[in-house]
């Protein structure tokens, strides 16, 4: 079993910077791909940006592609996004996920609580 803790959401204006953390605990994590994805109010949750187990291989949703970055460190179980140039429409609960590979990221098993991003216009 996974557990998965994000952390470092909050309140930014137009044009700011984030850098979200999930934190593993209970197993390792350092053979899954790890995903993040999030959910706005009234819309259905969407993908944001996965990571291969290695790090070797990253994927990125075009709303974000060139914005946000994903990273992990496997020594500390811990996987981050970057995230700079934050838009409005970018306000979101924004969630992390492990599962075996990037292409099953969608029906990951392992799931984040969540962390609330705001961005003010």
């Known amino acids: 079993q996974v557990q998965l803790v994000e952390s470092g959401g909050g309140l930014v204006q137009a044009g700011g910077s984030l850098r979200l953390s999930c934190a593993a605990s209970?197993?390792?994590?350092?053979?899954?791909?790890m995903g993040w994805f999030r959910q706005a109010p009234g819309k259905d949750r969407e993908f944001v940006a996965a990571?291969?187990?290695?790090?070797?291989?990253?994927r990125y949703a075009d709303s974000v592609k060139g914005r946000f970055t994903i990273s992990r460190d496997n020594a500390k179980n811990t996987g981050y996004l970057q995230m700079n140039s934050l838009k409005p429409d970018d306000t979101a609960v924004y969630y992390c996920a492990a599962s075996v590979t990037i292409a099953t990221m969608e029906a990951a098993g392992y799931w984040g609580q969540g962390t609330q991003v705001t961005v003010s216009s």
């Open positions: 990571i291969s187990w290695s790090g070797g291989s990253t």
């Open positions: 209970k197993r390792t994590i350092s053979t899954y791909a």
